[in-house]
């Protein structure tokens, strides 16, 4: 029988080499399965958006907006409150799922480049509705070097805050926003679900931080 | 907020002077990928690229830069280390095929055996690998990827733009050829300058 040819099996999901769509879900006689994914088609049919880039009518906040406060868990037993990083600028990203191929790629990229947002003394925080028991894992798996936050229970309640969880798929958007040192949204984008946002716009939103605070100075 | 269809957009215009390019400066259609020694997807992308290429001819040239995502591919900064070093002697190329070629050996012993397989001045070679002569070369490749938008590895910039889609033979040839065909639509390209 086939399935007793099964030696081992990981249950614990390895991202194959991080950078593209593909994960090993187990070792059958020491061949590794993998599961592949298409990272820019991945759920494009669910994705339907309104002009506003929203699916659920009202739109992420927009710039100028206070950014509201929230308390998440980050590990089973420690909560990362937003206000305690009043002083620097926060980035949050939020983002479909622990585990998905665009987003290994997406938090991979910025776990890359994490001395550029420190040139801006800039926090990244990821947000996304899985538990944090599964960021743990993720996070040690992809050695990310940021907080991973559980958006759990209430399911997505914070992103629902923000104006990004999307209904259909019971997921956050993959949606970022650079908070200022005063807890000012003064950049949001969207997404469209499959394409990986990149860092660029995140650079520049900071760097233009930067200008408005040199004219305050100047 | 940004347009959302519209792809991010080369930040650091070709430069015949500095990028490695395969093909003419007169060609329609140029690509550029940002890769990653290391990652299989690269890899898949090189042999991709590779039968994509000579069917192209003269109308399309290509130009690789350096993304290694050093946390995930502990390899991958010295492997592009390593091309520069070649390049440093005239064979860029042929050290980018055979580390694509290898993906699974890409120790620093490996590296300095294939220099040798390809002909290189080992000693230079191996002096210049191990002080970095090149490091500042690939970290300047790599900033001007995060501010192009670059947003994994591979990514592919086709006369400027980004390609959002999959990088299988069928629909690169496809973007490619759309390239080519609204090229004569005169949108001009940051990295398309006027010939001499």
Redo the contacts between chains.
Sequence with gaps: MWVKNIVRFNVNARYYANCRAELVVGTIRGIEVRMKNNPTHNRIKSSAKNANGDKNGSGPLQPGTVAPNFELNSTPDQKVDLIHFRGRPVILAFYPADWSPVCGDQLALYNEILPDFNKYAAQLIGISVDGTWCHTAYAQNRQLHFPLLADFEPKGAVARMYGVYDDSVGECERALFVIDKDGIIRWSYVSPAGVNPGADGILRALESLDKKKELAHA | ??N?SES?TL?MPVSDRRDHIQGPATAAVTLVEYG?Y?????GEAYGVLKKLMPKLGDSARLVFRNFP?????PHAEHAAEAAEAANAQGKFWKMHDILYERQTALEDEDLVSYAGEIGLDVARFQAELFERKFIDRIREDFQSG????????PTFFINGRRH???FDLQTLSEAVMMAMNSGQEARPHKHHRPQA
């Design positions: 907020m940004p959302e991010p930040s990653d290391q990652c299989p997807y690269c995502l050093t946390q995930i591919h995060v501010r192009s938008g670059v947003n994994g590895t959002d889609g999959p």
